[in-house]
């Protein structure tokens, strides 16, 4: 499953890249806006940190077609390497994702309630389709039920369009959207942390260094090797 940062914080994206095994970025209008700055110096800068081999996905903001064409070639040429533009999901949104894939654009799909919405959106050529799991779960529905769903129907149908899921609030709906097979999810940069602690990791941590220095001092493995030459 690949781990992707859902984030345009520059310094919250460099940490996550240094620190956990990060496939890209997604951004979309609300996460860009949050920064409060110039939008291209941002997405290039993104780029930069990321390397050109990570997947950038940058969300359209037009709402008709020829527009969202428009706008994913500019952006393509603006952030090279892997890029995606993200689409919301439509009839414009499907009519510009066909044409873009003639044109050898990657594509995700997003804001996806829906199995049929994915369907949809693979089968208009989508590289990526992103569902929604906790807005879902929000509003009583099932965020991993739909994923699983979609997971499942892709099988069944030979589809090779990925499962990028998104909008995740708990470590409980990560695992399980990995229980169900998903693909990729892209999660905030404090999600990651919360990801990898629990108090017991910590815990056997400190044991292990109380009962090394018990013994060693407070030598460290490499110190013990220096004295040993
Ligand atoms: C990602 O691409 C989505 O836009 C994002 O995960 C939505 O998350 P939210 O529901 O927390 O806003």
């Keep these: ?51 050109p081999d990570r997947m950038l996905h940058i969300q359209t903001t037009a709402l008709e077609a020829g527009q969202i064409i428009k706008e ?16 919301p999901v439509g009839p414009e ?18 804001a996806i309630f829906t199995q049929q919405q994915a369907m949809l959106a693979a089968i208009a050529g989508a590289d990526f389709v992103a569902p929604y799991v906790n807005r879902l779960d929000n509003i009583v529905s099932d965020g991993v039920h739909v994923v699983g769903e979609i997971v499942e129907m892709f099988k069944q149908h ?44 910590q815990y056997a941590i400190d044991d292990f260094i109380v009962d090394w220095e018990s013994c060693y001092g407070k030598t460290d493995i490499l110190g013990l090797i220096d004295q040993s030459k």
Excluded: W
């Design 1 to 51: 499953m690949m781990y992707i940062i859902d984030s345009a914080n520059l310094e919250k994206i460099r940490e996550c890249v240094e620190f956990y095994p990060v496939a890209g970025v997604t951004t979309n209008p609300t996460i860009i806006s949050r920064e409060k700055t110039d939008f291209i110096s941002l997405i290039k800068s993104i780029r930069e940190i990321i390397g």
């Design 72 to 87: 994913a070639v500019a952006l393509k040429e603006i952030v090279g390497g892997d890029f995606y533009i993200k689409i």
């Design 93 to 110: 949104g499907l009519k510009a994702t066909m044409a873009l894939k003639k044109m050898g654009i990657k594509v995700t799909e997003t």
């Design 158 to 201: 030979n589809i090779s369009s990925k499962v990028l899921a998104a909008s995740f609030k708990t470590v409980e709906q990560v695992h399980k959207i990995a229980m169900v097979g998903g693909h990729a999810v892209t999660i905030n940069t404090e999600l990651f942390h919360t990801l990898t602690y629990h108090p017991l990791t």
